[in-house]
């Protein structure tokens, strides 16, 4: 179990947000200055969201922390544009947000975001996210369940 200190350290990570650097676009100028997307903790229907794609992947945390170099290639070829939904629910946590620019901003990270750090990105995010408040719902329904018996009067 972790200790306190590093859940008060991922909760901090997330109030402050993960940042992503974002390619820029070189279309009429020769330089321009490097962007950076700010990814804070989601919101509980992003959350949801994030949930069922990070299960669709079939992959756990710990597995992907032991993973080779050939095993994260075969990962980001099987579900990069997983992982890229993953990351666009995130930056995108409200509902019309969402609803309106999800797909333009998942392809926009496919192609403006390098896969190392769309890969970490999803990583911390897994790693940090906390669901200790639905433990605790779940645990309080166990308890008052109204199909179970009560033995007091």
Excluded: C
């Amino acid at each position: 179990m972790e200790t306190k200190e590093e859940l008060a350290a991922s909760e901090l990570i997330l109030d402050r947000g993960v940042s992503i650097p974002v390619r820029p676009l070189r279309f009429l100028q020769s330089r321009r200055k490097r962007r950076n997307i700010v990814i804070r903790q989601p919101y509980l229907g992003s959350l949801i969201r994030i949930a069922n794609l990070s299960l669709k992947t079939g992959v756990s945390h710990e597995e992907m922390k032991d993973y080779t170099i050939e095993q994260s290639m075969a990962f980001v070829a099987k579900h990069g544009k997983t992982v890229s939904k993953i990351v666009a629910s995130a930056i995108l946590r409200g509902y019309w947000s969402h609803a309106f620019f999800h797909r333009i901003v998942e392809r926009w990270l496919r192609w403006r975001v390098h896969p190392v750090f769309l890969s970490e990105a999803v990583f911390q995010l897994v790693a940090n996210i906390n669901i200790s408040p639905f433990r605790n719902i779940i645990n309080l329904t166990q308890a008052i369940s109204p199909t179970k018996p009560r033995l007091s009067h």
